[in-house]
Structures are given as C-alpha cells and as structure tokens.
C-alpha cells in the first residue's frame, strides 16, 4: 500500500508510537469488551 508508506514517511516517531499505543488501547478495550470483563 503505497499510501500507507507515504503516510508513515511523513509522521514523526513521537507520532507513530502515539497511534501504535491507540491501536494497542483500542484491541485491548475490544477484547475486554467481548470476554465481558468489567473494567
């Protein structure tokens, strides 16, 4: 995907370790989520 390439050229390293630690929050909510456990 040559946009998502392009994409990650552009972002600073600050910035990708920001979206990776969302993605991260993101799938673990998710998958508390669905297990039901309460938070």
């Known amino acids: 995907m040559p946009a998502l390439g392009a994409f990650i050229a552009h972002i ?3 910035d990708f370790f ?6 991260i929050v993101c799938v ?3 998958y508390a ?3 039901g ?3």
């Not at 920001?18 to 993605?23: D, P």
């Open 12 to 14: 600073s390293g600050a």
């Open 37 to 39: 456990e309460k938070f």
């Open 33 to 35: 989520l669905l297990r």
């Open 18 to 23: 920001g979206l990776v630690v969302t993605v």
């Open 28 to 30: 673990y909510l998710l």
